[in-house]
Nanobody, 115 residues
């Protein structure tokens, strides 16, 4: 069945780095734009970044531009989010999602940035 599974979250000091992964299965991964979204504690979901189906185009929210890098490996059906210079406001549950607006997403991976 169609499935997305995130991994790589954890607790990190402010200024540190993490790399999130999203393993996709059950659909033709290379046919879809993919995105990362996040939900900070007690807040609404936020869009983080989007990548085109072939990886040639990437888009970022202003809050992460220059610090986060979205990428994908279509041969492995995996999408990544490299997060550098992490801030406390990056603390959230991070989800990968299929397409530009589709609701399909994984269970999420928790990122906690501590000062």
């Amino acid at each position: 069945q169609v499935q997305l599974v995130e991994s790589g979250g954890g607790s990190v000091q402010a200024g540190g780095s993490l790399r999130l992964s999203c393993a996709a299965s059950g659909f033709i991964f290379s046919n879809y734009f993919m995105r990362w979204v996040r939900q900070p504690p007690g807040k609404a979901e936020e869009w983080v970044a989007t990548i085109s189906n072939d990886g040639s185009k990437t888009f970022y929210d202003d809050s992460v531009e220059g610090r986060f890098t979205i990428s994908r490996d279509n041969g492995k059906n995996i999408m990544y989010l490299q997060m550098n210079s992490l801030k406390s406001e990056d603390t959230a549950l991070y989800y990968c999602a299929r397409g530009l607006m589709e609701p399909l997403r994984g269970p999420g991976t928790q990122v906690a940035v501590v000062s």
